[in-house]
């Protein structure tokens, strides 16, 4: 089975979600509208579930079947035109695969609990080249790879930039990935990154006992537009999942935000790297 290439952006999944709702609202299954153009039940479910592009003119006529009528259509015909602008990942295609890049790289608010590693965000070149190698690629993906990763960074050099709040385990400070000199270059890199005034650093302590984040990293993103829900990511040994159902999110957030009560405040954290840095 191929690996899907398509990375929807936060606008196709606003328009996805509106073309879901708009038939539900008009009281018509897949089924039906799907066989008013002939094609099959999966096609428009991979519409809805911004899995497959949508064309404009597919947009119009099922906002036709819907009902659908101006000023409510021709925004979302505006969104249809705009959603698949071309974006810094199209570069990338083949290497970056699933809408993760696409929602960080909207997101206005990017919190995450990193208890293994430093979020790619924050990495040197040095510190993810190590990462990578455990991972069986040719040189050339390995490369592609590396320059994905750090095109992404380009988000925290944005103005306005998103506010990055990241709540690292202590025990990521000594974790020699890469060895001695590339884990100072690291940890130097986090005292630099610090100094944004769009990124908080805080370090929970191995002092710390049970706490909210034993389960493993998350991932809460947040959109500058009400009309684009909180999105949780969280990973594990076989790959991340997306939480979007307002439950799961709920938690995520609420973890996050206790993991953040317990955490050094970002002073204290920052000389905590300091002195891992320098030790």
Known sequence: MATPTY??????RRLARILKDSRETAGLSQTSVAGRFGWSQQKLSYIES????VSEQDVANLLDVYGVESP??????TLAREADQRNWWTDFTGILTGPYVALEDEASEIIEWAPYIVPGLLQTA???RALMATTEVSDLEFEQKLRARMARQTVLSRNPAPRLHVILDEAVLERPIGGPEVLQ???????AEAERPTVTIQILPKA???????DGPCI??????????????VEGFMGGAYLEQPRKVTCCRVALERLHKIALPPDESAALIRAAAHP
């Open 185 to 191: 270059g690291q940890l130097l890199r986090l005292l």
């Open 126 to 128: 040095d510190y993810a």
């Open 220 to 233: 809460l993103l947040r959109f500058a537009s009400d009309l684009d829900p909180d999105v949780a990511y």
């Open 7 to 12: 990375i929807p952006s936060v606008r196709a």
């Open 208 to 214: 710390v006992g049970a706490h909210p984040g034993v």
């Open 50 to 53: 911004a899995r497959n592009k």
């Open 72 to 77: 409510d259509r021709d925004a979302v015909l």
